[in-house]
């Protein structure tokens, strides 16, 4: 295998990744939902000044004649997990928006969500109505001062089913309220992350394959999105007050902040098979085939484009 990695080094024709880029190694992933032979990751990354990590989960599925969408499985891992928190809204034809997302030991982050009305009635960005309806853009009813109870009975629900429904959507008012900005994280630890946002911030949808210079900025909302096996789905915080333009924010899509370090075990724990918590780039090395599963020592090597981790170095290699 030494003389296999020697011809490597010489055959590198691939592009280098930074050392913030990352390969999805599916054997590594510790928290499943879901049976079949066809896979997903899903990716998350927070930007709220706390741990530098993107967590990730599997999703697994049957049937070579079924698609199912980014929300199918958004929806299906928030379900059973015990750490990821969906708050999404039916906002029209094109189905749901992602409004927030919230991560903690045992979903402990659902006791700590409140929405504040009285913010939101006092921003000007919300073109939603509450007491008059805005026919303008579609809106054919209104929640008036029910409001708050509306809101508060989404999120008691929404701590068993880890997912809060935002009662004020387009399906019941012909035009969906996009305060998103106003639902927060209140008397929480350091250890529940959440982010919702829409005009201050808002969740970056990125769609690919195992390696993160493939994710490419989606042009579909999660409802329209259909995955293949060895997809990835990466959500990205992303801030919009930001200097665009600038090294940390793309002037196009907005996305700010280059990808962390993924976190496969999440709040330590012992997962799948004792694989290891957690494990730096630095400890991993070794040559791994696009779909990231890894090549055994030894192993005759096909022709083909390989992905070489040696550290924080990751290169795109190719094999004649």
Known sequence: MRKNY?????????????????????????????????????????????????????????????????????????????????????????????????????????????????????????????????????????????????????????????????????????YACYDYDHWNKVGATAAMRWHAGWYQGYWSYWVGGVDSESLSYSGLGYTSRKLTDGAVDAWKYTYLDGPVGSNDIDGVTGASTPWHELDYAHFNSTGIDNTPAVVSMRDRRGLYRLDGTRVQEGSRLLPGVYILIDGNKVKKIAIH
Request: glycine share 10%; with cysteine.
């Open 6 to 174: 020697l011809s490597i080094l010489v055959l590198v024709l691939g592009i280098s990744l930074t050392a913030n880029a990352f390969v999805i190694e599916w054997d590594k992933i510790e928290h499943w939902v879901g049976n079949g032979p066809n896979k997903a990751a899903l990716v998350v990354q927070f930007d709220d000044g706390g741990e530098e990590k993107a967590y990730v989960w599997g999703y697994r599925w049957s049937g070579s004649d079924i698609q199912p969408s980014g929300e199918d499985m958004f929806r299906a891992i928030a379900t059973e997990s015990s750490d990821l928190y969906l708050f999404t809204q039916y906002t029209g034809w094109m189905g749901n928006t992602v409004c927030g997302i919230g991560y903690s030991p045992d979903n402990s982050i659902a006791g700590h969500i409140e929405y504040d009305f009285d913010s939101a009635m006092d921003d000007p960005c919300i073109s939603f109505n509450w007491f008059s309806a805005n026919t303008t853009l579609g809106q054919t009813s209104i929640p008036g001062w029910d409001t708050p109870d509306l809101c508060e009975a989404a999120i008691d629900e929404a701590k068993s089913t880890h997912i809060l429904e935002h009662p004020i959507d387009a399906r019941n008012y012909g």
